[in-house]
C-alpha cells in the first residue's frame, strides 16, 4: 500500500521560512509529476508548485521567487522551501504525486500539513 507521509508544516511570523518534505512509501515502481497544493478556509484547492519526472517545474503566480520545489528520487520525496512568507500563504497544504505501484497507475494524495503565517 502506497503512502504519502508529509512533514513541515506549523506556525510562522510573516517574512518567515518553513520547509515541507512528503516521502511516497510502499510498494513505489516509479513516480510521474509531484506536486504541492493548498486550501485556505473557505477558498478551493489551489495549485502552488509541480515538478515533473524529468525536473521541470511550475509554480502559482503568487509564490514565484519564494517558493522552491525539488525531488530527491532516490527518497521518492519532493519538498517545498517556502521563504518570505505572508498571512496569505496560510492554508493546509497537501502533497501529490502521479505514479505506478503494485496497485496500477494512479493519483495519490497526502493528509495535509497546517501551515499559519501570522505575528
Known amino acids: 500500500q502506497v503512502q504519502l507521509v508529509e512533514s513541515g508544516g506549523g506556525l510562522v511570523q510573516p517574512g518567515g521560512s518553513l520547509r515541507l518534505s512528503c516521502a511516497a512509501s510502499g510498494s513505489v515502481f516509479s513516480i510521474n509529476d509531484m506536486g504541492w497544493y493548498r486550501q485556505a478556509p473557505g477558498k478551493q484547492r489551489e495549485l502552488v508548485a509541480t515538478v515533473t519526472r524529468g525536473g521541470t517545474t511550475n509554480y502559482e503566480e503568487s509564490v514565484k521567487g519564494r517558493f522552491t520545489i525539488s525531488r530527491d528520487y532516490a527518497r521518492n520525496t519532493v519538498y517545498l522551501q517556502m521563504n518570505s512568507l505572508k498571512p496569505e500563504d496560510t492554508a493546509v497544504y497537501s502533497c501529490?504525486?502521479?505514479?505506478?505501484?503494485?496497485?496500477?497507475?494512479?493519483?495519490?494524495w497526502g493528509q495535509g500539513t497546517q501551515v499559519t503565517v501570522s505575528s
Open positions: 501529490n504525486a502521479h505514479l505506478t505501484s503494485l496497485g496500477g497507475y494512479r493519483n495519490y
